[in-house]
């Protein structure tokens, strides 16, 4: 059964530091999205990709966060200078059309020291 | 304010019960999503609801909609372990985005 998958599971980083969380969506699907998850709290809302563009993103997406999809499988999201409150469960999900379900990738861990 | 509220957010129960977990939404949408995540997992879906009215079942589960009361239900019939996981209940809204309430940690005891 077809999945999203993310890359790295885990990731370590000093404050400041650039990070690239990837994913790779579900091959025919056309939405993508990034959620975070702060440890023991409720999964928010970043940002949303279709057509090769942001088609709406949350008051936490500010400058220091991008998305792109680079080539026509991977999808990424970009934190430009980490702070030590983007520590956080970032995940992917991708959707077929809407309003379909959003299925979500397994997540990467995002350590920010 | 999109708010999307779950009671109760704890729930320990025996096995073989019968237990409701409830979600209000704020908005007037008609697209309400149930996902069950294991502790250090991802998101799984279990239902989506796309009308008024919508019941959808699997299993031990059943989820409906009621959209003129903004109301969800997640429905627990005879328990077991298995189940024991933290249920979230998700609304979408324009762009698609889902807002989710602080979930509900079931915990069910033999």
């Known amino acids: 059964e077809p999945e999203v998958t993310q890359t790295p599971s885990h990731q370590v980083t000093q404050m400041g530091q650039e990070v690239i969380l990837r994913c790779v969506p579900i091959s025919n699907h056309l939405y993508f999205y990034w959620y975070r998850q702060i440890l023991g709290q409720k999964v928010e809302f970043l940002v949303s990709?279709?057509?090769?563009?942001?088609?709406?993103k949350s008051e936490i997406f500010d400058d220091q966060f991008s998305v792109e999809r680079p080539d026509g499988s991977n999808f990424t999201l970009k934190i430009r200078s980490t702070k030590l409150e983007d520590s956080a469960m970032y995940f992917c999900?991708?959707?077929?059309?809407?309003?379909?379900?959003?299925?979500f990738g397994p997540g990467t861990r995002l350590t920010v020291t | 304010e999109l708010k999307v509220e779950q009671n109760p957010l704890f729930l320990s129960m025996q096995e073989g019960k019968n237990y409701t977990i409830y979600c209000n939404y704020s908005?007037?949408?008609?697209?309400l999503y149930w996902y069950r995540q294991d502790p250090g997992k991802s998101l799984e879906s279990l239902f989506v609801l796309l009308s008024n009215g919508a019941v959808k079942q699997e299993g031990r589960l059943m989820a409906s909609l009621d959209t003129k009361a903004r109301l969800s239900t997640l429905h627990i019939t005879a328990a077991v372990h298995d189940l024991s996981a933290t249920y979230f209940c998700?609304?979408?809204?324009?762009?698609?985005?889902?807002?989710f309430g602080e979930g509900t940690q079931l915990t069910v005891n033999p």
């Open positions: 999900a991708s959707g077929e059309l809407r309003p379909y379900e959003q299925y």
């Open positions: 998700a609304e979408e809204t324009s762009g698609s985005r889902l807002t």
């Open positions: 908005t007037t949408s008609d697209r």
């Open positions: 990709f279709y057509n090769n563009e942001i088609s709406e």
